[in-house]
């Protein structure tokens, strides 16, 4: 096991630790350098696949308030149907009281 040196404060062990990595890192890019067009190409095609994301949510909220009116609408012509029913109910019943 090895000992510190009292002088050794974290602080600077750590930039000493970070000084490594950043050396590490570096090593790293020159044995394989980043594909800049591989990087492009999937950032472009996150920004595609969050506009169809956000078409597809737009789309959706548009269905959803149509439907809504459409169920209402729905709604309104049942009770005029059970209306017109009702009024012909009523038409027949005075047809056969009157015979």
Do not use: C, H
């Not at 920004?47 to 909220?61: C, K, N």
């Amino acid at each position: 096991m090895t000992r510190t040196n009292k002088a050794d404060s974290v602080p600077s062990r750590m930039a000493s630790l970070q000084n490594r990595l950043i050396n590490y890192q570096e090593q790293a890019q020159e044995i394989n350098p980043p594909d800049v067009e591989a990087l492009w190409q999937a950032k472009e095609l996150q920004r595609r696949v969050g506009e169809v994301e956000r078409r597809r949510v737009q789309e959706a909220e548009e269905l959803e308030k149509e439907n809504r009116e459409l169920g209402e609408e729905n709604r309104e012509w049942r009770r005029r149907m059970e209306e017109v029913n009702k009024n012909r109910r009523i038409i027949l019943q005075i047809i056969f009281v009157s015979i």
